[in-house]
Structure formats: structure tokens, C-alpha cells
């Protein structure tokens, strides 16, 4: 019961923390009309990153389309580079966003909802 009571009051810094740690602002905490508010605000994206996200974005709805596209069809329909396109696949599968079921060539991809 001591570890359990030892740990309220932790999760505002945890919170804090992780804002950090992902690069967002630190959120605000306010009293609103006997209830309590933390405002997470997103972290303002470059013209590159949004670009990126786009590219990200663009290859995940294909793919829910169609999970049979291979990573050559989607350097064909976005016009993007093959080490882009495989930059963003890799990115998309490390970030938990698409798996790769079954082989390469005979295999289809399947698009996961970010919980």
C-alpha cells in the first residue's frame, strides 16, 4: 500500500516528462468550474515535417485501399524516391502504424489503428 500511496501525485511529471520527451509543449493545467483541465498542445511542425506526414498519411490510406500494393507501386503513384518510400514504410511499421504480413512478394500489408 506504501509503493501505491508513494506514487499519487507522480503523474503530473510523468505527464510533463513525456510531452517533452516527444517533443510537444509542456501542458496546461487549470481549474475550470470545479473540474480539472490539462491542454495538450501539439508541437509546431516544419514545412518538412508536415511534407513528411503528408507523404506517411497518403501511404497509409493506399494501403487501406488496397494492402496487396507493393512498395513499388507506391513509388509509382506518389512519385517518390525508393529510399523515400522505403524510409517511410520502415517508419510506419517501427511506429507500429502497418505490418507486413506474409513474404514480400506474395505477402499484403495490414494497417493497424493507433491505440
Known sequence: MA?????????FQ???K???ENGNPTPVFEEKAG?????FKKRNLSAQETAQETI????????????GYTKNDLIKILG???GTIKKHLANLKNNGLLE???STK???WKVKSKS
Open 18 to 20: 513525456t510531452c517533452i
Open 80 to 82: 517518390k524516391s525508393d
Open 35 to 39: 473540474a480539472f483541465v490539462i491542454t
Open 106 to 108: 506474395a505477402g499484403h
Open 14 to 16: 510523468r505527464i510533463i
Open 56 to 67: 506517411r498519411k497518403k501511404i497509409l490510406q493506399l494501403l487501406k485501399e488496397n494492402p
Open 3 to 11: 509503493g501505491f500511496i508513494e506514487n499519487w501525485g507522480t503523474g
Open 100 to 102: 507486413r504480413v506474409g
